[in-house]
């Protein structure tokens, strides 16, 4: 498929969707704004997120469009208010893309990731002249992969551990740490200090190029899989979960494991 091809039917979406928004088109699509379309915005993202993490090919063809749906329902929205349109996304994207990619579409070289990374960074602050460097990392980012994102950029300008090592003996102090304030009571002081254990094993993950909001979600599934079965497993002995002991719910835990 050519780009001719690509842009007629992205053209087409457009057109259905200022269609739907249309005084005759959707009543509902007419009533939406930025603001109530956000929710949709996420979990069509998450799902994008769920095909790959299963690579499902054909769920992901679909949750592609769902997610290109919400950014053209968000671009006709500001058009209606004279904002800005989808031209105008597409164009700033493409410039952008350009204008950080020197080695591709300039006269700069780069031949590793790390100097891809590097010129990256020096020209998005060229760009946004006084932005601090972690202003460009969103507060609503889930706070796994936005404590990943952040320490990321600082260690671009190398405010960074040298090892991971090095990140497994500050994991070790912050535990210890948390068990001082875990003896004293102290709420407050024990939330702290748990951010701060938190924070580093984020790091830890980032240093082992493992992505610490990954991990964590594969071992929440493990865990839902296993308490599934001693769920199930209970539940056809005409036992009630709620009235099993701890020892009982343990053995079945083991069963699971196995299996």
Partial sequence: MDSNEYGGKFSRLVD?????????????????????????LIEETYEAVEAIENSDAPHLCEELGDLLLEVTLLAQMHAERGDFTVADSLDSICEKL?????????????????????????????????RSLLGGVPRSLPALHRARRASEKAATVGFDWSHAEEVVEKLDEELAELREAMALRDQSNME????????????????????????????????TSRFNYIEETLKARGIDPAAASLEEMERLWQEAKRD
């Fill in 16 to 40: 259905i969707v200022a269609k739907l928004r249309a005084p005759d088109g959707c009543p509902w699509d007419r009533e939406q704004t930025p603001e109530t379309i956000l929710p949709y």
């Fill in 98 to 130: 350009i204008r950080r990619h020197p080695h591709v579409f300039g006269e700069e070289s780069a031949d590793d990731s790390e100097t891809i990374q590097k010129n990256w960074t020096r020209i998005k602050a060229e760009e946004k002249p006084g």
């Fill in 192 to 223: 702290e200090e748990l951010g701060d254990v938190l924070f580093a094993v984020v790091n830890i993950a980032r240093h082992l190029k493992i992505d610490a909001e990954s991990a964590l979600h594969r071992t929440t599934e493990k865990f």
